[in-house]
């Protein structure tokens, strides 16, 4: 379920990020096709909570430097490892392909750190990208940290929906992946979610916090190489890992 109002401020945040300039009222409500009433009603409700100003007169609004001291002191508090960063950043050059710090959300797994591909044809993964948990190598090897009790309590809550033709649509299905995931040493995807898309996974525990570390790209180009890539990320954990025990 959608709280529309708190949806329509997080949209606003996003069109600032995406135009990359002032905006007025009538741009930002022809944009999103909402009343200019409502939308007066919310650039104003921003702006006088200082979230919002204008640059010079008449020109639009445009975000105030709040949204990144805001961020900033959030972050603060948990703040994920650098050897995590460079550890996405070295699996993205050597293998050209996507690489992702996933964490979980409920029933999704969210993405918190992401470094793209720069090929023509990649897979468009952005920090705040959110997948089915169940349905995708980034899930599982979230799922794979949890005790039964605890995966038993997330199945009870995920809708199974047949995404692809390898979907595990029921909790047998899953439990089934789950095994066969523990056997092989990394969890995979073909198309279970994304159409075309492929990828593997493995665990990143850091401290209490469960997080998996993900490759994925077109299945044409990186599904073949599913197991190299699932051994390189392993390899390169091992190697960036503090070995003191510190995250």
């Not at 007066?40 to 609004?61: C, I, M, Q, V, W």
């Not at 470094?115 to 979230?142: C, M, N, W």
Request: some cysteine; hydrophobic content about 45%.
């Amino acid at each position: 379920m959608i709280v529309r109002q708190a949806a329509n401020v997080l949209e606003i945040m996003e069109f600032f990020a995406q135009v990359k300039k002032p905006a007025t009222l009538a741009e930002i409500a022809d944009h999103f096709g909402w009343p200019r009433s409502s939308t007066f009603n919310l650039l104003a409700t921003l702006s006088e909570k200082g979230y919002l100003y204008e640059p010079r007169p008449r020109a639009g609004f445009y975000p105030t430097p709040r949204w990144l001291a805001m961020a900033r002191m959030i972050s603060e508090v948990e703040p994920l490892p650098a050897w995590t960063h460079q550890l996405i950043s070295d699996l993205s050059t050597e293998t050209g392909e996507t690489a992702s710090i996933v964490a979980p959300a409920g029933v999704m797994a969210v993405f918190i750190d992401v470094v793209e591909s720069k090929a023509a044809i990649r897979y468009f993964a952005t920090i705040g990208h959110r997948v089915p948990i169940h349905a995708t190598a980034s899930g599982r090897a979230l799922l794979l940290q949890y005790s039964q009790e605890e995966r038993d309590s997330v199945y009870r809550k995920i809708e199974f929906k047949q995404y692809g033709p390898s979907t595990p649509i029921s909790i047998e299905a899953v439990e089934t992946e789950l095994r066969n995931s523990i056997s092989r040493g990394y969890c995979q995807s073909f198309a279970d979610y994304s159409r075309d898309l492929a990828g593997a996974a493995i665990p990143l525990p850091i401290g209490d916090r469960r997080l998996s570390v993900v490759v994925a790209g077109p299945e044409f180009r990186i599904g073949p190489k599913v197991p190299d890539v699932a051994a390189l990320i392993a390899r390169t954990v091992d190697r960036l890992r503090p070995k003191t025990g510190a995250a």
